[in-house]
Nanobody, 122 residues
Framework: QVQLVESGGGLVQAGGSLRLSCAAS????????MAWFRQAPGRERESVAV???????????RYADSVKGRFIISRDNAKNTVYLQMNSLKPEDTAVYYC????????????WGQGTQVTVSS
């Protein structure tokens, strides 16, 4: 069993930055691919970024086209934490952001956090 707790959301002006964190409890965090999703009001949940289990090569990340070049996903296996650095935020980035963990870097994911609200004002 893995429990995920997101933090770092808030209100920011357009053009600003936020860093989300997702702390995982349980063992073998490094065995899981991690992902960030978001869901805006009235819209379906969408994948934002994914990071594979093995990051020592510097690879293993994937981004939605809408956030490429602005968001960076990273993980610290020693701290059981995955991060989402969000730069150049836009009002359309406003959503509840969720982290997820899975044995593979694509759906379905096995564990989900409760979400953290990100609001970008224009």
């Amino acid at each position: 069993q893995v429990q995920l707790v997101e933090s770092g959301g808030g209100l920011v002006q357009a053009g600003g930055s936020l860093r989300l964190s997702c702390a995982a409890s349980g063992r073998t965090f490094s065995a899981y691919a991690m992902a960030w999703f978001r869901q805006a009001p009235g819209r379906e949940r969408e994948s934002v970024a994914v990071i594979s289990r093995n990051t020592w090569s510097g690879g293993g990340t994937r981004y939605a086209d809408s956030v490429k070049g602005r968001f960076i996903i990273s993980r610290d296996n020693a701290k059981n934490t995955v991060y989402l650095q969000m730069n150049s935020l836009k009002p359309e980035d406003t959503a509840v952001y969720y982290c997820a963990a899975g044995t593979r870097p694509f759906p379905p994911y096995d564990y989900w956090g409760q979400g953290t609200q990100v609001t970008v004002s224009s």
